[in-house]
T-cell receptor, first 113, second 112 residues
Framework: DAGVIQSPRHEVTEMGQEVTLRCKPISGHNSLFWYRQTMMRGLELLIYFNNNVPIDDSGMPEDRFSAKMPNASFSTLKIQPSEPRDSAVYFC???????????FGSGTRLTVV | AQRVTQPEKLLSVFKGAPVELKCNYSYSGSPELFWYVQYSRQRLQLLLRHISRESIKGFTADLNKGETSFHLKKPFAQEEDSAMYYCALSGRGGGATNKLIFGTGTLLAVQP
């Protein structure tokens, strides 16, 4: 298994543009998580899914952020419109069982100028 | 409420010195505790889980329920241990959620 796959690895966009981040979890994992990492705030859980259903989106900063998981092998995190303060590394992670821990993707480094 | 506290943002030690990265938690039920490591500009990797009581790369961590701590220790630090270390907690048992709550991380710098 290639692990959790995220794309793109880097994204530079202008303020106001729509940004879509993609994640492919490990096959068979039934939980998927989106995290944001910044120097100021560390790792923040944005949203997580169980069996493709959003369970907790309380970490999503505002309505500009949305996430979907149309099937067990794909998830997207969309920011529309993007702002400079959204610049961060966005990690996706998947898990089979919570006490096994998560497997993280390589992250998408987003820069909004 | 679930909370993980890592009081040190930076820990600098010399090669060969002992290392202890502190982690305290707050959780009303039975927690699962983890340590993750992130080397420079890489993905987070699971280092160890309290439930498995294992030693990885010479690191160990013991869950102390009385002190609500899960400190990470290594007797002799190596330069390649330099990285960001995150302590994390999730719930266990019926009704517990899957989500991991992370501490703010401690940057370990091992000097030659």
């Amino acid at each position: 298994d290639a692990g959790v796959i995220q794309s793109p690895r880097h994204e530079v966009t202008e303020m106001g543009q729509e940004v879509t981040l993609r994640c492919k979890p490990i096959s068979g994992h039934n939980s998927l998580f989106w995290y944001r990492q910044t120097m100021m705030r560390g790792l923040e859980l944005l949203i997580y899914f169980n069996n493709n259903v959003p369970i907790d989106d309380s970490g999503m900063p505002e309505d500009r952020f949305s996430a979907k998981m149309p099937n067990a092998s794909f998830s997207t995190l969309k920011i529309q419109p993007s702002e400079p303060r959204d610049s961060a590394v966005y990690f996706c992670a998947s898990s089979l069982r919570p006490n096994y821990g998560y497997t993280f993707g390589s992250g998408t480094r987003l820069t909004v100028v | 409420a679930q909370r993980v506290t890592q009081p040190e943002k930076l820990l600098s030690v010399f090669k060969g010195a002992p290392v202890e990265l502190k982690c305290n938690y707050s959780y009303s039920g039975s927690p699962e505790l983890f340590w993750y490591v992130q080397y420079s500009r890489q993905r987070l990797q699971l280092l160890l889980r309290h439930i498995s009581r294992e030693s990885i790369k010479g690191f160990t961590a013991d869950l102390n329920k009385g002190e609500t701590s899960f400190h990470l220790k290594k007797p002799f630090a190596q330069e390649e241990d330099s990285a960001m270390y995150y302590c994390a907690l999730s719930g266990r048992g019926g009704g517990a959620t899957n989500k991991l709550i992370f501490g703010t991380g401690t940057l370990l710098a091992v000097q030659p």
